[in-house]
């Protein structure tokens, strides 16, 4: 039996106290061992080591001797387990650091100053994140370096609107985007238009300094412009965000102020294309290639084949569960599509359209668990995990959902009704009834969603 380097799920005994108990459990084990494997501390030490006076970055070198002052700033979800490790490799060199993370994420560190601020909808701490992330990078001269870590969740951690903008505009604006049921970056082609620091810009204040860019990648292809947002030019246009707005029927709801600014095109409004000559260098230290291909090894040394779906994984979530769902149910059917027992994986980002004054709490991993095990029945030996891999699953403290054909039942069986619940996304108390969600606390990663669907 493999070894879990680290407990990541907390609730295991209760998820593993009924229903398909030996399946539950590998689906967990596979989870777990996957969430391990894209820890960006230990990948940031495999990414940047020190050698007496050399810093080596993804195998490209400085010469510390030449650099007169090196700080650190950063912000996202994975960004403190990046923090750490840089901590650990610069120490003493490093003159100033600030990195801001989601609230109840954050520990001391000895040269990195760490603050909090909230996630997926910003607030005051947020803005006053960025004004740190702005003195920093225009203090920052030729010869000095600055060390920019970046992850998801950046852009509620740190927000710092255009003028005529304000804070409770772009606090409106993320609310808003967050519920429409757009791709993340669709969401992100509207906020950076409506942000001094977003699609490069801050990259333009930290020049002529040399910057070096981290990222731990929740973008479905691992684009670099996606994950390096501060410090990479932006191929989005001011356009599409007015196109993004119109597309998810919010430009009548959004802001009057917002409306305004994006009715008049000027030049200055749009993002840079370029930085031109600025010295930059970016290394992705974990991919969300790296989520899929763990959970592969994994479920192999438990006895499944593992069969990738798809990396790209879109859409509503409940709709995307029982897509993939059924696709498991004629697995298990035919024996046709794959060779059982086997272990189904899909990783990307879907989503959760809000109409209306929701009745509960939930999120896009705990809506995809439940819509998949809808049409699921006690006879068919199949399991579904779906989790966040930063372990806060929407605005939750859950992780995402583990169901399987008991699930329905169980509900039911304490009068509720499965199907309502969900549809009124109130899947947060549905499965915390049921015992099917997965609790791990911070991860401190933040990949791709992961879903794990096992069939024997």
């Known amino acids: 039996m493999p070894i879990i380097k680290n407990q990541m799920i907390k609730n295991r005994e209760e998820l593993l106290s009924h229903g398909l108990v030996k399946a539950r459990k590998s689906c967990l084990d596979i989870i777990e061992y996957a969430l391990n494997e894209v820890d960006p501390y230990h990948a940031t030490h495999r990414a940047v080591q020190l050698h007496q006076e050399i810093l080596i970055v993804d195998n490209q070198e400085y010469d510390l001797k030449t650099i007169d002052h090196i700080y650190v700033i950063g912000a996202g979800k994975a960004t403190f387990r990046q923090a750490q490790a840089m901590d650990e490799i610069l120490g003493d060199r490093i003159d100033e650091g ?22 997926p909808v910003p607030d005051q701490n947020s803005f006053e994140a960025s004004l740190e992330m702005i003195r920093l990078s225009k203090k920052a001269k030729e010869n000095d370096l600055v ?11 740190c927000c710092y609107p255009v003028d005529g903008i304000t804070d409770a505009d772009k606090i409106e604006m993320n609310r808003l985007l967050v519920h429409c049921g757009a791709q993340v970056t669709e969401i992100m082609s509207v906020r950076r238009h409506l942000s001094k620091i977003k699609g490069g810009r801050l990259g333009l204040m930290i020049q002529p300094a040399t910057c070096i860019t981290l990222t731990v990648s929740d973008a479905i292809g691992d684009p670099l412009e ?81 069969y990738l779906l798809t990396s790209e994984l879109k859409g509503e979530s409940r709709e995307a569960g029982r897509v993939l769902c059924s696709i498991a149910r004629e697995a298990h059917k035919s024996h046709k599509l794959f060779d059982i027992p086997c272990a189904l994986i899909a990783t ?24 998949a095990c ?52 109130n899947t947060s108390e549905l499965l915390k009834n049921i015992s099917d969600i997965i609790y791990t606390g911070h991860t401190g990663s933040n990949v791709n969603d992961l879903v794990v669907i096992l069939v024997s």
């Open 98 to 119: 600030v990195v801001v993370v989601k609230h109840g994420q954050a520990k001391p560190l000895n040269h990195i100053k760490i603050l909090e601020s909230a996630h």
């Open 147 to 157: 060390i920019c870590l970046m992850s998801g969740g950046v852009s509620s951690n």
């Open 226 to 306: 996606w994950n390096a947002d501060w410090t990479h030019p932006d191929s989005s246009t001011f356009q599409d965000a007015v196109d993004i707005l119109h597309r998810y029927g919010l430009w009548d709801k959004i802001p009057a102020r917002v409306r305004d600014y994006f009715s008049n095109f000027t030049k200055e409004k749009e993002t840079p294309k370029s930085l031109g000559n600025g010295k930059f260098q970016y290394c992705m230290t974990v991919k969300t290639e790296d989520l899929w291909k763990a959970a592969e090894k994994q479920s192999k040394k438990l006895g499944f084949t593992p």
């Open 348 to 371: 990307g980002e879907t989503g959760v359209r809000i109409h209306g004054e929701p009745k509960g709490k939930g999120g896009a991993n705990q809506e995809l668990g439940c819509g």
């Open 374 to 425: 809808l049409d699921l029945t006690p006879e068919e030996n199949i399991v579904v995990g779906a989790i966040d891999t930063d372990g806060t699953d929407g605005p939750t403290d859950y992780a995402g959902a583990l169901t399987d054909g008991f699930s329905v039942n169980r509900a039911q069986g304490m009068g509720m009704d499965f199907h309502r619940e969900l549809m009124e996304h």
